[in-house]
């Protein structure tokens, strides 16, 4: 039994619920196409960041829709929204792949890991990935990601750990949040991708650090570093509709994090701010990448909308809302 075990889904999956990235191919379980994007997507990540492969991906949706679409669309169209992302054999056995769930599965991805494996251009990775993002099942995907995470927090060579062992021993640990599998498995990858990165790991504000070999180890770390995490103020000011349920957002910011998400307004706390004319709303802290954030919540109910924003529906469950912006959002509900 490895002791990090039982912290490591906790922790992970908070570092995960405030820094993940919005990627388009991130749907609820529940979405009608979470299968269609889960499979293309693992096809195209095989072998390609995650940068590259967001164009290609948002353009074949949109040029073929559906599991269904792409098992009858010609070979050569495929090839064609694939072209600049290489390895073409990963496009053709995508094809075949959708073919065989159409016709031997009536369109569903099976629940079976064996049988998953028998589709072509798909291994012990993509498998073991798309049962967990796909079905929420207990499972890890253990790319090079996942395999440096464990090697460092064990701070052991990759080659002289039994992954499969390690998985199986500790499955009642890991997989302790049952709803939440897919998030588990999906929060890994991208915590060794954004965190535990391959050079430099971002220890210093790493919240596993405290059960983690491979930093403990590195002892010059705490001396040559300053280890308390960066705390930083900010004043949130929100606009707020009260009759049609709507919060003013834009999408610039000034915090320098986050700049391509619908933010509420929000201003560093400096001694410019006029927090007068705002009702103070509460306190609470919150992390975002390997920043502690200490909020000011502030409101002003308006029915006129501040240049450059966008009044907004209030809907906290919306998929590409950043998770620091609703959890704005369930404090601001409550005086609704
Ligand atoms: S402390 Fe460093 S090496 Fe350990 S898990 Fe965190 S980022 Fe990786």
């Keep these: 039994m490895h002791k990090f075990t039982h ?12 820094n993940k990235r919005l990627l388009p191919w991130r749907v609820s379980i529940y979405s009608k196409n979470v299968q269609y994007y889960r499979i293309l997507s693992e096809f195209m990540l095989q072998q390609t960041q995650v940068k590259t492969v967001i164009p290609y991906f948002k353009n074949f949706i949109k040029e073929i829709p559906s599991l269904k679409i792409l098992s009858q669309t010609n070979e050569n169209k ?20 959708s073919k065989m769930l159409i016709k031997n599965y009536n369109g569903v991805l099976p629940k079976d890991y064996n049988l998953i494996m028998k589709f072509p251009g798909i291994g012990n990775y993509t498998a073991n990935a798309l049962l967990a993002l796909v079905y929420n099942k207990p499972t890890i995907a253990l790319d090079v990601n996942v395999k440096r995470v464990f090697s460092r927090i064990l701070n052991k060579d990759e080659k002289k750990i039994n992954f499969d062992e390690l998985i199986n021993n500790n499955k009642k640990k890991l997989f302790k949040s049952k709803n939440r599998n897919k998030d588990f498995a999906e929060a890994l990858i991208e915590f060794g991708a954004l965190v535990c990165r391959p050079k430099e790991p971002r220890c210093v504000n790493c919240n596993i650090k405290k059960n983690c070999k491979y930093f403990k180890s590195k002892n010059k770390f705490k001396k040559k570093l300053n280890l308390k995490t960066i705390e930083k103020s900010y004043d949130i000011f929100c606009y707020l509709n009260q009759k049609n349920k ?32 705002w009702n103070f709303l509460c306190n609470y802290k919150s992390f975002i990448s390997n920043k502690k954030l200490n909020i000011n919540l502030y409101y002003k109910f308006s029915n006129k909308l501040p ?29 609704f």
């Design 246 to 277: 709507k919060i003013a957002l834009t999408k610039t910011n000034n915090l320098g994090f986050l700049n391509k998400s619908n933010l509420p307004m929000i201003k560093a706390q400096s001694k410019k701010a006029n927090n007068k004319n």
């Design 78 to 97: 495929i090839l064609k929204l694939w072209e600049g992302l290489g390895y073409y054999r990963r496009a053709r056995h995508l094809h075949l792949t």
């Design 307 to 335: 240049l450059q924003f966008n009044w907004y529906k209030f809907e906290k469950n919306n998929e590409f809302i950043p998770t620091f912006t609703k959890n704005i959002f369930k404090r601001l509900s409550k005086l």
């Design 7 to 18: 912290i490591l889904p906790k922790k992970i999956l908070y570092w995960y619920d405030n």
